[in-house]
């Protein structure tokens, strides 16, 4: 056998070998779409979110900032509050003295829990968290620049005029 022949077969071959491979992955999408549709029809529902807010915080308040002073956007974050939020709609959820947090966000309520924030820490601060009418954890949000959490605070605060965009 010379080589052009030899190259040939070994070309069929990994022609062949190739296209079993891109077989077996089409096979695998196609499965995945079906499980996707199957989960869409049955409408199942996100887990609540396991997360404790402390008894100390106001009930007037909406949505909880999860913040840690090490934290550039955090304080970020507790300046645009401060800024723009309409007072008693937002408060601020430590671990850290509240003395911390009085003179970055003023006007805005801080709530020192340890235990409470611990339920938050495996996301990284800051971390946005809506709060039910019965006082429980509605929804968590980690936002990726303070961009993402203007939107959210004009999503989950939509009467609040005074949130920049």
Not at 52 to 79: I, M
């Amino acid at each position: 056998m010379d080589s052009t022949t030899g190259l040939l077969i070994f070309a069929w071959i990994f022609l062949l070998l190739l296209y079993l491979g891109l077989a077996r992955v089409l096979t695998e999408v196609r499965s995945l779409r079906t499980t996707v549709h199957q989960l869409q029809a049955s409408q199942t529902r996100a887990a609540e979110p396991d997360a404790r807010l402390p008894a100390s915080l106001p009930s007037s308040v909406e949505v909880v900032a999860v913040l840690d002073s090490t934290c550039r956007d955090c304080w970020e974050l507790a300046d645009e509050i401060g800024l723009n939020i309409s007072a008693g709609r937002v408060a601020i959820l430590t671990y850290e003295p509240e003395s911390t947090w009085r003179d970055g966000a003023p006007g805005v309520p801080v709530v020192q829990s340890a235990d409470a924030w611990s339920s938050f820490a495996p996301l990284s601060p800051p971390v946005l968290a809506r709060v039910s009418a019965a006082g429980q954890v509605a929804e968590i949000f980690a936002p990726v620049s303070i961009e993402d959490a203007r939107s959210k605070l004009q999503q989950w605060l939509p009467n609040n005029a005074e949130v920049r965009s």
